[in-house]
């Protein structure tokens, strides 16, 4: 029987954006704060997920083995370096997030059955890889508070009471929204970068978080006004806005998760 099984791991390190062939202007408009010297830290936090049939004892594998091996391949020689001088492959590309993913992949593949790499560079941004070239995933988190009313017009109040119990109530109710937007991408074999990450987080505020923040999602957003802001329907529409902004940066907008409540979310994936 097939099972898959996850290996937590940290380290803390720091690296820099910058490109020689590139002035310092041209890398300030690249990379931003990201371009700063000697550059700057995050503490990541790594996760590996691995695949294999149950043994004799009820395990895939060994975890005080995985454990090890992870230890020895990865952490031990990441763990409080400056990524561009640790390995020789952040000589010819830049240590971004997904390309570090791509890199540990790499050198854990031969040693374990992994199926997925991710990797969080700080809770609002990771990337994962599963070992399709050089194609990975880089997920933005970000939030935004609303109000809404789940009612149809043509329905009474008791009819919607009904349907959407207390969220029909007339005067709304909010919550805080938590937004995860997921683009895949090829990894670009200089900047490491699937799409500009400046860019993603541009697009995402300037479509999504600035127009839906602080706001009663019926009266203040348009398409509301004839479509009822469930979770599911506001994931929709938030795919529906950020998918042709995405697809100019290069990349794919791959998922939209929008989570209402602890108790609620709704995943919507990109049109092909």
């Known amino acids: 029987m097939k099972c898959t099984i996850n290996r937590r791991a940290q380290f803390s390190a720091s690296h ?47 975890l005080s083995e995985v454990k090890h091996t992870i230890k020895r391949e990865i952490t031990s020689q990441l763990d409080f370096s400056y990524l561009n001088e640790a390995w020789p492959e952040f000589k010819t590309t830049l ?19 992994i199926v997925n790499i991710q990797l969080f560079e700080h809770p609002q941004l990771w990337a994962d890889y599963q070992g399709n070239a050089m194609e990975a995933s880089l ?14 017009p043509h329905l009474s109040y008791e009819e919607n009471c009904e349907i959407y119990g207390k969220c029909a109530r007339p005067h709304g109710h909010g919550h805080n929204y938590h937004l995860e937007v997921t683009v895949t991408g090829t990894i670009d074999p200089r900047t490491g970068m699937i799409a500009d ?18 706001t009663f999602l019926n009266k203040d957003i348009a ?21 042709g ?12 998760k929008l989570i209402e409540s602890p108790n609620n979310s709704a995943e919507v994936y990109g049109n092909s």
């Open 16 to 62: 820099r954006y910058w490109l020689p062939e590139l002035s310092e202007a041209e890398n300030q408009e690249q990379f931003g704060a990201c371009a700063r010297a000697p550059g700057h830290g995050h503490n990541y936090v790594l996760y590996v997920a691995m695949e294999g049939d149950l043994d004799q004892y009820g395990m895939v594998l060994n």
């Open 245 to 256: 902004p995405i697809a100019l940066t290069g990349a794919k907008l791959h998922k939209v």
């Open 139 to 152: 997920t933005l988190s970000t939030h935004f508070s609303a109000a809404h009313r789940l009612a149809l």
């Open 197 to 214: 990450l400046s860019k993603l987080q541009h697009l995402i505020n300037f479509h999504v978080v600035e127009p839906f923040d602080h």
């Open 223 to 243: 398409y509301f006004e004839q479509v009822v802001p469930t979770a599911e329907n506001i994931a929709v529409h938030i795919r529906d806005l950020l998918q």
């Open 95 to 113: 240590p971004t997030t997904e390309f570090l993913a791509y890199c540990i992949w790499q050198r854990l593949s031969p040693h374990l059955p």
